[in-house]
Structure formats: C-alpha cells, structure tokens
C-alpha cells in the first residue's frame, strides 16, 4: 500500500559493522580463529585488522598462525 511519508528516511551508508573492532583493539591479547570468530581467509582478515586499526588511529601488531589470529594495540599512530 502506498503511503505518505512526512519525513525522508535517513540513508544508510555502507555495510554494517560484522566484528567487534573497539573490543578487539582495546589493548589486551585477542586470538582470534577462522570459522569462529571470522570466516575470510587469515591474510585477510589480516588486513582488516590492519585497516581498522588505521581508521581509528592506533598501531597493532598481528599474528598468524595456523587458523588463528592474535591481535593486540599497541599504542597511537
């Protein structure tokens, strides 16, 4: 049924969020493995912390290995 609307709904820009990168970049030890917590590939998921962790300013360091993943913040960029 049509209706009339008295406002413009607001637009949605991109995809939603699917990790939790505030608690994962909070500064304590995450591992993090494949098929649980993530399902891409290490290397990417890789990046992804990578690239969080830049939109928010702050420095990580990353392990892989084998199907886990252990990140931690390691201060301000």
């Known amino acids: 049924m049509v209706?009339?609307?008295k406002k413009f709904p607001a637009k949605s820009v991109g995809r939603p969020r699917v990790y939790n990168w505030s608690r994962y970049?909070?500064?304590n030890?995450?591992?993090l493995t494949r098929g649980v917590d993530f399902f891409s590939e290490c290397?990417?998921?890789r990046g992804a912390v990578y690239s969080a962790a830049s939109r928010a300013g702050l420095k990580v360091r990353v392990n892989v290995d084998g199907d886990a993943v252990t990140v931690q913040r390691t201060g301000k960029a």
Do not use: A, M, Y
């Open 29 to 31: 030890i995450w591992k």
């Open 3 to 5: 209706r009339q609307l």
């Open 25 to 27: 970049l909070d500064g």
């Open 43 to 45: 290397s990417s998921f």
